[in-house]
């Protein structure tokens, strides 16, 4: 019988430290989708004192065999009323039920619009290519997927740019900031990062096909 994966949060809770981590591009926020956002980097700390606990507060409870992310909405002594983010009220809990409360939040880089992230991507491949002394091919397929990239944006349409098809696929805008921010970057293997970038972006190409196919013809299924 396999072991159950420990969750790192937990175990640093247990162990009365506090633990950071960023909200991934892409996840499903579902009933926390009104104070969570994207790429938001998130530190969670151990309750030592309930007297620290106000209203408002994003914490992590103990309910009913499992454990939920969500906010505290009333105080009455020792005793906090748990609801969501879209108003869904949970129910009451002790104190000792709060394992944890976000400390502090960072907000994500802004996402520029996608009209100046495809400018951006393309200024990032053509200084790759310089840099990397790329060949005419590679050259090529570089300005492909960004062209490929611009075709679907313009398919699939400016209103649905930041929406994601399906709650577990990224939006349009989701998954092509991911390639221009790790384009801009340059962060790749030291080998060859010119193949890196061209294997990176028609991935990218991939999942806005995808999200295309998913918006135009799901409906008709």
């Not at 790759?128 to 679907?152: K, P, S």
């Not at 790790?182 to 190409?205: E, H, M, T, W």
Request: hydrophobic share 40%; glycine share 6%.
């Amino acid at each position: 019988m396999s072991k159950r994966k420990k969750d790192p949060l937990l175990e640093a809770l247990k162990e009365g430290k506090s633990y950071t981590w960023t909200v991934p591009d892409g996840g499903n926020l579902a009933s926390m989708r009104e104070a969570l956002k994207h790429g938001q980097t998130l530190t969670m700390s151990p309750v030592v004192n309930p007297g620290e606990i106000q209203i408002g507060d994003l914490v992590l409870v103990q309910w009913h065999q499992s454990d939920i992310f969500h906010i505290v909405g009333e105080i009455q002594g020792e005793q906090f009323l748990i609801i969501n983010s879209l108003g869904k009220v949970n129910g009451w809990v002790s104190a000792k039920e709060i394992l944890g409360r976000i400390t502090k939040i960072i907000e994500p880089e802004p996402r520029p619009s996608v009209e100046v992230m495809l400018e951006q991507l393309e200024l990032a491949y053509q200084a790759l290519i310089t840099l990397e002394q790329a060949t005419d091919n590679e050259a090529q397929q570089m300005f492909t997927i960004v062209n490929d990239l611009r075709w679907y944006a313009d398919r699939i349409g400016k209103e649905r740019l930041n929406i994601m098809p399906r709650s577990n696929k990224w939006s349009f805008e989701q998954n092509l900031w991911r390639l221009t921010k790790q384009a801009k970057k340059a962060i790749a293997p030291a080998s060859n990062r010119v193949l890196y970038f061209i294997d990176c972006g028609k991935g990218c190409v991939g999942l806005a096909s995808e999200i295309f196919a998913l918006f135009e013809y799901s409906e008709s299924d």
